[in-house]
């Protein structure tokens, strides 16, 4: 038994990205399904889909960054393993790629959870990682990222064993001020996994935080009456309480993978060895 699930962001529609986007949540799935059935761990199957959609260019993280107030790109990436309840992460990372990679390796080979700044900067160049020479030839982000104010890419899977694993990777929101650090690298709040789900949040990072999200449907998920189908509502309904919208995709340890947004669209591909497979553009 497996599953995998993917998202592009959730935010506003823009026809002009659709086709696009469709295509590289495709290529994607693709890849992580083909991973899942010969047997590979949820932990590097969520690191190679974040990685892959970082890469692409096609969402608001990795290269489709946009830049903060005063121009300069920061990024802000976090990985859990269920099994081990081990997590890395990094913030305003700037300088060196990959965002995603980077936060795994906080995880395994530090004391650490979370790097931030410069630290994270050398940290990253001290373990081999890729130095940005040019941030304005490397970063290629799209018209819309300048002025949208969503997008972020995540992944949860679990795998063969019942291992669950969940990453998320952003450039943040459009406008922020240098140093700002979203819900995307911080765990309970823009991702989690455990023994019993997989969480991958994107929308207002702020109101995330407040809402502890990610934890919030960890939580919920505990209660043995209650599903993940009513869950991610849930919690997004607290978090648009408290002012924000977004999107949560989720798996768990049946492997269901579901989801759920609060914003005009969000951008989502599922796939599970029970036949689940999903890749779209949704739309309220
Ligand atoms: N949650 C991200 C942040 O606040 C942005 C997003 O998901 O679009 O940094």
Redesign the pocket.
């Known amino acids: 038994m497996w599953a995998v699930g993917i998202h592009g962001?959730a935010?506003p529609l823009r026809d002009s990205d659709i086709d696009q986007q469709q295509a590289e949540l495709e290529s994607v799935i693709a890849w992580a399904e083909a991973e899942l059935k010969r047997g590979a761990r949820a932990l590097d199957v969520v690191e190679g889909a974040v990685r892959r959609m970082e890469d692409s260019g096609q969402f608001?993280a990795g290269r489709g960054a946009g830049p903060n107030t005063e121009g300069q790109y920061e990024l802000?990436a976090s990985i859990c393993d269920g099994p081990t309840r081990n997590c890395g992460a990094v913030a305003a990372l700037a300088g060196v790629y990959p965002p995603i990679s980077i936060a795994r390796a906080v995880m395994e080979r530090t004391t650490h959870v979370m790097l931030a700044g410069d630290g994270a900067r050398r940290f990253a160049l001290e373990n081999g990682f890729t130095a940005i020479d040019d941030p304005k030839i490397f970063f290629q982000p799209r018209p819309h990222t300048l002025k949208a104010d969503?997008?972020?890419v995540g992944a949860v899977a679990i795998d063969d064993s019942g291992a669950i694993a969940a990453g998320t990777s952003?450039g943040?929101?459009s406008g922020k001020r240098p140093g700002r650090v979203?819900?995307?690298p911080i765990v309970g709040a823009?991702t989690w996994a455990d023994d019993i789900v997989g969480v991958s949040?994107?929308?207002?990072?702020e109101f995330?935080i407040r809402a502890a999200a990610a934890h919030s449907v960890a939580a919920r998920a505990r209660d043995p009456k209650t599903s993940l189908t009513p869950i991610l509502p849930d919690v997004l309904a607290e978090v648009k309480a408290l002012g924000g919208t977004?999107g949560i995709i989720a798996v768990d340890r049946s492997g269901l993978v579901t989801y759920a947004f609060t914003t005009e669209s969000m951008r989502v591909g599922l796939a599970s060895s029970a036949g689940q497979r999903e890749i779209v553009i949704a739309v309220q």
């Open positions: 962001g935010g608001v802000d969503h997008g972020t952003t943040g929101t979203g819900d995307s823009g949040c994107t929308g207002q990072g995330f977004g």
